[in-house]
Nanobody, 123 residues
Framework: QVQLVESGGGLVQPGGSLRLSCAAS????????IGWFRQAPGKGREAVSS????????NYADSVRGRFTISRDNAKNTVYLQMNSLKPEDTAVYYC????????????????WGQGTQVTVSS
């Protein structure tokens, strides 16, 4: 059974950092692109970042470029999202998903999603 599980969320002060993890089970992650999305209360799901199967394609939303870094460790079947210089507007539930082998920032192309992890940036 294909499963994605996010972890690493929490409460952090503005300017702080968090590292989110997206652990895959039921399939080998190195054949799949992975994307991170977020959804704040009352808003739609927003693309944050995506990474291709061989790290050759990496995309970031303008709102996080230069602050967030996506990476993958295929040996651990896990994709990470390092988030630095966090702002209150980064507060949201963060989801990882896979669209198959082709990286994309279009959520409509994603087949599988995790359950999400809450990130709250507040003083």
């Amino acid at each position: 059974q294909v499963q994605l599980v996010e972890s690493g969320g929490g409460l952090v002060q503005p300017g702080g950092s968090l590292r989110l993890s997206c652990a895959a089970s039921g399939f080998t992650l190195d054949h799949y692109a992975i994307g991170w999305f977020r959804q704040a209360p009352g808003k739609g799901r927003e693309a944050v970042s995506s990474i291709g199967t061989s790290d050759d394609i990496i995309n970031y939303a303008d709102s996080v470029r230069g602050r967030f870094t996506i990476s993958r460790d295929n040996a651990k079947n896990t994709v990470y999202l390092q988030m630095n210089s966090l702002k209150p507007e980064d507060t949201a539930v963060y989801y990882c998903g896979t669209p198959g082998p082709i990286a994309t920032m279009d959520p409509l192309k994603y087949d599988y999603w995790g359950q999400g992890t809450q990130v709250t940036v507040s003083s």
